[in-house]
């Protein structure tokens, strides 16, 4: 049978929220608690991480409405941000590290950051198909609370997602910012997963 477009839409609008764009039976409209960034903040994040059904992104435009997002693998330099420069949120060796006894934080200067979203074959890809990143000062950081994202893991059994990142270096450059309210929808998202998880054996 044939469906015409706005009777598909019709179809899908009943099973998906129109708030969180997530399915009904995963709404997450009630753990949301909007705030705007300190900064602004631009995810620059792989097409193929875009499609991963586990991925944090989507959380942090609930959780953070104003934050911008490219969905791309080559990005053109960007203007600059109203005051200081873009720094990239990124391990590299001359970054600096946020968490690191002593180490001075030129606030004045981080006017705003841009975060590569991806596994770290696909930021490291990133970098390389946009040279313009390896320009811009980075930061890391060493002392992050430990990682709840359990439904997925990084290299060495690490599990720091995207959004518990970019929470902590926002609440490190202002600490009016809550990361409170971003581990609380994760913490949403993580159970929504674990409670439909087949059990193995």
């Avoid at 009943?14 to 399915?23: D, G, I, K, N, Q």
């Avoid at 909007?34 to 991925?55: D, F, N, W």
């Avoid at 969905?71 to 970054?95: C, K, N, V």
Wanted: hydrophobic share 45%; proline share 10%; net charge positive.
């Amino acid at each position: 049978m044939l469906f015409c477009i706005d009777e598909a839409r019709r179809i899908m609008s009943r099973f998906y929220c129109h708030a969180c764009s997530l399915p009904q039976s995963a709404c997450l409209c009630a753990h949301v608690s909007p705030q705007p960034c300190p900064l602004p903040v631009l995810i620059l994040q792989h097409p193929l991480e875009a499609k991963h059904a586990k991925s944090t992104v989507p959380l942090l435009r609930l959780a953070l409405p104003d934050m911008q997002l490219a969905i791309t693998e080559h990005l053109a330099p960007l203007p600059p941000p109203a005051s200081g420069r873009w720094w990239l949120l990124y391990p590299s060796e001359q970054a600096l590290d946020l968490d690191s006894a002593g180490v001075a934080l030129p606030m004045a200067d981080i006017g705003g950051l841009i975060v590569l979203d991806g596994t770290w074959r696909k930021t490291r890809r990133l970098l390389h198909l946009n040279p313009w990143l390896r320009q811009l000062p980075a930061l890391s950081f060493s002392r992050a609370p430990a990682g709840a994202y359990a439904i997925r893991k990084g290299p060495g059994g690490q599990a720091l997602s995207t959004l518990e990142s970019l929470a902590h270096v926002l609440n490190r450059l202002d600490a009016d910012f809550s990361p409170a309210p971003l581990h609380r929808l994760l913490r949403a998202r993580v159970a929504q997963f674990q409670a439909h998880r087949v059990p193995e054996g």
